[in-house]
T-cell receptor
Framework: KAGVTQTPRYLIKTRGQQVTLSCSPI?????VSWYQQTPGQGLQFLFE???????NKGNFPGRFSGRQFSNSRSEMNVSTLELGDSALYLC???????????????FGPGTRLTVT | KNQVEQSPQSLIILEGKNCTLQ??????????LRWYKQDTGRGPVSLTI?????NTKSNGRYTATLDADTKQSSLHITASQLSDSASYIC??????????????FGKGTLLTVNP
């Protein structure tokens, strides 16, 4: 079974631009969660989608948004990029909602975003 | 405020030795606690998931313990190998009874295993 894939793997953007990241979950998984990881803050939860609906949201500004398609693929968008948005963005998939249950979450390799 | 504190921040051990990583949390009400291993440049990989009723769980050379009364968990690595060099992250899920359950992450322990 193919794992979680994320594209692109690396991205360099300029402050003020916007960016869209993509995540394809493991086949059959319906939940996709997004995380931001920085050296200073560690892993921080952005949001979770399940059956095309946002089920859970972390404490990030509205510039961070996402969506999930009927095939469970998910995209994350960051508008008006700031220098502090430079981070590794990880997505994870699970069979069901990852926080409420004990289902395993499987992480992708991440997208390394650099904002200059 | 929910917090997850991990210690030590970093640890260096010799190959073949055992080690124990600690995770203390204040998350309440508690749903589950997960330990992840993250190799440099890769996404985290789940090692164990424990719910309230579980106090020990093993995954090969990795054994996690949970004391829900004292809100402490530990991850014990036996007979360490060079490939165990990674960051180990403790994550606690809050059970708020609805769909808005929150995850609280520790900042991780960076383990280096030297030959």
């Amino acid at each position: 079974k193919a794992g979680v894939t994320q594209t692109p793997r690396y991205l360099i953007k300029t402050r003020g631009q916007q960016v869209t990241l993509s995540c394809s979950p493991i086949s059959g998984h319906r939940s996709v969660s997004w995380y931001q990881q920085t050296p200073g803050q560690g892993l921080q939860f952005l949001f979770e989608y399940f059956s095309e609906t946002q089920r859970n949201k972390g404490n990030f500004p509205g510039r961070f948004s996402g969506r999930q398609f009927s095939n469970s693929r998910s995209e994350m968008n960051v508008s008006t990029l700031e220098l502090g948005d430079s981070a590794l963005y990880l997505c994870a998939s699970s069979l069901e909602a990852g926080h409420l249950s004990s289902y395993e979450q499987y992480f992708g390799p991440g997208t390394r975003l650099t904002v200059t | 405020k929910n917090q997850v504190e991990q210690s030590p921040q970093s640890l260096i051990i010799l190959e073949g030795k055992n080690c124990t990583l600690q995770c203390n949390y204040t998350v309440s009400p508690f749903s589950n606690l997960r330990w992840y291993k993250q190799d440099t440049g890769r996404g985290p990989v789940s090692l164990t998931i424990m719910t309230f009723s579980e106090n020990t769980k093993s995954n090969g050379r990795y054994t996690a313990t949970l004391d829900a009364d004292t809100k402490q968990s530990s991850l014990h690595i036996t007979a360490s190998q060079l490939s165990d060099s990674a960051s180990y992250i403790c994550v606690v899920s809050e059970d708020s009874g609805g769909s808005n359950n929150k995850l609280t992450f520790g900042k991780g322990t960076l383990l280096t295993v030297n030959p």
